[in-house]
C-alpha cells in the first residue's frame, strides 16, 4: 500500500542531543514537507522540498536541518539548537508543491525532551 | 500577516446532535480552502472549497464557503462517536498552506 511512513512515533532528546526523524514515502510524490504541532496551535512549516536535491525554508526553521537525497526520503534533524522541541512533528507529502487537496500525512513523531 | 482562526476550540456533545464549527481568514493571494480530520495523529483530507456559496457535502458532513467575508462553516449532522476528532482548516495560498489552531470534537454516547 501506498503511504506515508514516519518513524519513531515517540522520541526522547536529552540536552545538548542532535535527532533525527524520519520520513519516508512510497507515493512517488515531488514535494515533501515538515510540519510542527503544538497543543492549541496550528501546525507551523518547518522545511519543504520540491524536488530531489532541494529544499528551503518554512516559518519555523531555526534549531531544524534537512536533506533530501532521495525523492522517497526526507530526514528532519532537531539540533541542539533548538530550545524547545518538545511538540508532535507532522511529515507530509504531495504531487506538487503547496496542493492541500492531495497532502497526505504521516502519522506523526512525538518528541520529548528528557 | 496570513491568519486562520477556528471556533471553538473545544467542543463536546452528545450522539445524534448537529454542530457547526468554524473558521475565518486573512491570507492574501487566497486560491482555496480546506478542511482535515485528525483523528489518531495523521490529518485526512474532507473538502476543497474555491467558490463562494456553493455546498460540498460527504454523508452527513458539508461545508460552505463565503469568500465576501472571508470564512467558512463546516456542519456535522446526526454526529456518531466516529466523529470525535480535531478539524482543521487550511488555507492554500500561492505558495504554501496556512493552518488553523483545530477544534477538538468529542462525541459522547
Known amino acids: 500500500d501506498g503511504g506515508i511512513t514516519q518513524s519513531p512515533k515517540y522520541l526522547f532528546r536529552k540536552e545538548g542531543q542532535n535527532v533525527t526523524l524520519s520520513c519516508e514515502q512510497n507515493?512517488?510524490?515531488?514535494?515533501m514537507y515538515w510540519y510542527r504541532q503544538d497543543p492549541g496551535q496550528g501546525l507551523r512549516l518547518i522545511y519543504y522540498?520540491?524536488?530531489?536535491?532541494?529544499?528551503q525554508k518554512g516559518d519555523i526553521a531555526e534549531g531544524y536541518s534537512v536533506s533530501r537525497e532521495k525523492k522517497e526520503s526526507f530526514p528532519l534533524t532537531v539540533t541542539s539548537a533548538q530550545k524547545n522541541p518538545t511538540a508532535f512533528y507532522l511529515c507530509a507529502s504531495s504531487p506538487q508543491t503547496a496542493r492541500g487537496e492531495k497532502l497526505f500525512f504521516g502519522s506523526g513523531t512525538q518528541l520529548s525532551v528528557l | 500577516e496570513d491568519k486562520v482562526v477556528q471556533s471553538p476550540l473545544s467542543l463536546v456533545v452528545h450522539e445524534g446532535d448537529t454542530v457547526t464549527l468554524n473558521c475565518s481568514y486573512e491570507v492574501t493571494n487566497f486560491r482555496s480552502l480546506l478542511w482535515y480530520k485528525q483523528e489518531k495523529k495523521a490529518p485526512t483530507f474532507l473538502f476543497m472549497l474555491t467558490s463562494s456559496g456553493i455546498e460540498k457535502k460527504s454523508g452527513r458532513l458539508s461545508s460552505i464557503l463565503d469568500k465576501k467575508e472571508l470564512f467558512s462553516i463546516l456542519n456535522i449532522t446526526a454526529t456518531q462517536t466516529g466523529d470525535s476528532a480535531v478539524y482543521l482548516c487550511v488555507i492554500q495560498g500561492a505558495q504554501k498552506l496556512v493552518f488553523g489552531q483545530g477544534t477538538r470534537l468529542t462525541i459522547n454516547p
Open positions: 522540498s520540491q524536488i530531489v536535491n532541494d529544499f
Open positions: 507515493l512517488n510524490h515531488d514535494a
